[in-house]
């Protein structure tokens, strides 16, 4: 699928942006997976104890895309509009915020690692390694808004390829960093050493997509990184808010239900840990296909084609919805092997390919949250969609998770028969919200 149009817009087709955007979701999450990987070799009990502390760590990255997705509804639309100065205020702003926000989050994450930690119900043999990884990997957390939020940018100007290869090149050196802690060869040993390569990892990345940016023609000037223009602050703020408090109830819910299941058999932690390590690989294919169709919707609603864009989201839920059921299944059917990698205990393997098994209903249902709510962000539709989605995690994910667990005795495979009823009941709500044409009358650019 192509789109038409201006000469920006017309750069941008669905394979070209979904590729780049996929490989680098992949390489993002990949870095967590290595480092989980890594740890396994010493111990379950340090890669669940690191695997609990991504989680929290997590929640920031759900603020950070929070910010880069209310920075790419805004641009997205002007860039169709051929706005390019408010583009380029946009960015400057974004870039400064996301930097200012990150650091003051990463030094109270650093400052409260113990406190949180324990209020999540680790044992306590658990929150040592947990703590130490926290405190080190929350220092990154400014670096990281900023490259989440440049590579936004970069996408939405159709180079997703550029920010892609720099996080593949941040991947090889957390993996060669990694090698040469359990090797011995670096200074800083286990866990605390982990930590430290992937802080250095993700410096040298943004050190990089900096100077690639600073060589496009929408490079931003130091001056502008600090000329804050406080209308478009707070619209892409206020739609980045709206758009992104659903990823962060969901990562909230997920270190919630994590709580749950701390009184269980230390094996149901260790599948969960794992599973999450591995399963949103199964849907990452189809949400670059959603993510490619709302650049591509967002640049012809800028340049006022709104009938246009109705018809390319719809047309795109068969690329996500085909992926996921593809991996979905592709990833139960080859749990013991996969899952194999991080441990050989027979008990977690089991539990974590019945987890897989539940998810191909989940990410069945996710395709059309993949699909339709993330059209509806393209036309910055986000206020209803944003209220139905939070009610739904926390009625059912939440609490339906905590009734399947607490009450029914379900145990961890209760939370994902919980999140597989969320995905649906929201899903079905923003396809109706998209088909019936309700964010015809909202307006940007």
Known sequence: MTSSGKTEKAKLTMWSLAVPIFFEQVLRSLMGTVNTFMLSR??????????????????????????????????????????????????ANSISLGFIGGMIIGALLSAAAGLIMRGMGLE????????????IVSLACGLQAVSTVISAHFRCRGKAQISMLVILLTNILNAAGSLLVLGGIFPVRNVAGIATI???????????????????????????LISFDWKLIRQFLSL??????????YTTIQVLTTRYITMLPASNLSAKVYTQTINSYAWYPGNAFGQASQIIAGH??????????WNYVKRAWKYVVGCNAVFATLFWLFAPQIIG?????????????????????????????????FGLRSAGYVF???????????????????????????????IWIAASVDELFRGSVVTWMWIKKKWFNSRIA
């Not at 992937?198 to 502008?224: C, D, H, N, Y």
């Not at 980045?240 to 109830?249: K, L």
């Not at 393997?349 to 987890?355: D, E, F, H, M, V």
């Open 42 to 91: 010493i111990s379950d009990n340090a890669s669940a104890s690191v695997g609990v502390a991504n989680q929290v760590i997590n929640i920031f990255t759900m603020a950070a895309t929070m910010l880069a997705s209310g920075t790419a509804v805004v641009v997205n639309q002007n860039l169709g509009a051929g706005n390019d100065s408010t583009t380029r205020k946009v960015t």
């Open 341 to 373: 990698i991080f441990t050989d205990s027979a008990e977690i393997i089991a539990i974590a390919r019945g987890l897989l098994m539940v998810d191909i209903i989940t990410c069945l249902a996710r395709s059309l949250n993949h699909t339709f709510s």
């Open 124 to 135: 306590e043999m658990l929150v040592s390694d947990a703590v130490i990884y926290l405190r």
């Open 300 to 309: 012809m609603i800028g340049s006022g084609d709104r009938e246009g864009a």
């Open 240 to 249: 980045g808010f709206m758009s992104g408090m659903e990823g962060i109830s």
């Open 384 to 414: 209803w969609p944003m209220i139905i989605a939070n009610c739904s995690m926390w009625v059912f994910q939440a609490g339906l998770g905590y009734i399947n667990t607490q009450l029914f005795g379900l145990g961890v495979i209760g």
């Open 198 to 224: 992937r802080l250095i990892s993700e410096t040298i990345g943004l050190v990089i997509l900096v100077f690639l940016m600073q060589r496009e023609e929408w490079a931003v000037r130091a001056k502008e």
